[in-house]
């Protein structure tokens, strides 16, 4: 069975960092392409970030560029967020996502959330001014 299990989260104040871990069981994770959704209270979820099965490209929403990096080790089976210059904004519930289908897609089907097949627990992330 496939799995996802998301750490790293915590309280931080307005300006910190934290490093998000999403590690993978069940499977290689090597062909597939992942993502890093949020989700805060009372709002939808959203794309944060997303990386293609060989590394590159990776993408990300415009609210976090330039602040959060996604990475993948395959020899790990993992995926990462490093997230710096954090704002209250960024107050959520952090998801990693992967895709078990086909590993071509578009930029477009990276942000989208019907994209992915399996999802992690979520990691909280809170951000105090």
């Known amino acids: 069975q496939v799995q996802l299990v998301e750490s790293g989260g915590g309280l931080v104040q307005a300006g910190g960092s934290l490093r998000l871990s999403c590690a993978a069981s069940g499977r290689t994770f090597s062909n597939y392409n992942m993502g890093w959704f949020r989700q805060a209270p009372g709002k939808e979820r959203e794309f944060v970030a997303g990386i293609s099965w060989g590394g590159s490209p990776t993408y990300y929403s415009d609210s976090v560029k330039g602040r959060f990096t996604i990475s993948r080790d395959i020899a790990k089976n993992a995926a990462y967020l490093q997230m710096n210059g954090l704002l209250p904004d960024d107050t959520a519930v952090y998801y990693c996502?992967?895709?078990?289908?086909?590993?071509?897609?578009?930029?477009?089907?990276?942000?989208?959330?019907?994209?992915?097949?399996?999802w992690g627990q979520g990691t909280q992330v809170t951000v105090s001014s």
């Open positions: 996502a992967v895709r078990l289908r086909d590993s071509t897609i578009s930029a477009n089907m990276f942000r989208r959330t019907e994209t992915y097949d399996v």
